[in-house]
């Protein structure tokens, strides 16, 4: 969205329930720019529902995620820690030397 500086907009979105469920957020410029008077529950028919927000203007990236989002995210990302912790070889080893090493000699 973009818009002259200083003024004010706002979104009225219709969204299928296959898209929205269970429920949505809406992150504005990753979350940098205030989402004003949201209002998911503007309007419901059973199929599709409208929802409202507003925002000061300038140029933004909106995006409409699904609400359980991050913690797919935070669970993938701990997944991938743990992962990381468990394989990877640290600086901090020492080498053992085999007692039948015969390289010296």
Same mark, same amino acid.
């Given at each position: #969205?973009?818009?002259? /500086?200083?003024?004010?907009?706002? &979104?009225?979105?219709?969204?299928?329930?296959?898209? =929205? *469920?269970? *429920?949505?957020? !809406?992150?504005?410029?990753?979350?940098?720019? *205030?989402?004003?008077?949201?209002?998911?529950?503007?309007?419901?028919?059973?199929?599709?529902?409208?929802?409202?927000?507003?925002?000061?203007?300038?140029?933004?990236?909106?995006? =409409?995620?699904?609400?359980?989002?991050?913690? =797919?995210?935070? &669970?993938?990302?701990? !997944? =991938?820690?743990?992962?990381? &912790?468990?394989?990877?070889?640290?600086?901090?080893?020492?080498?053992?030397?085999?007692? #039948? /090493? !015969?390289?010296?000699?």
């Amino acid at each position: #969205m973009n818009g002259t /500086d200083e003024t004010y907009g706002f &979104s009225r979105i219709c969204i299928p329930h296959a898209l =929205i *469920e269970p *429920e949505i957020a !809406v992150i504005i410029d990753d979350g940098l720019t *205030e989402v004003l008077y949201p209002n998911c529950t503007l309007r419901d028919d059973g199929f599709h529902r409208w929802i409202y927000f507003a925002y000061q203007h300038s140029t933004h990236e909106i995006l =409409i995620i699904p609400e359980f989002w991050p913690m =797919i995210f935070l &669970s993938t990302l701990m !997944v =991938i820690t743990l992962w990381h &912790s468990f394989f990877q070889k640290t600086g901090n080893e020492t080498e053992i030397e085999h007692p #039948m /090493d !015969v390289s010296d000699g």
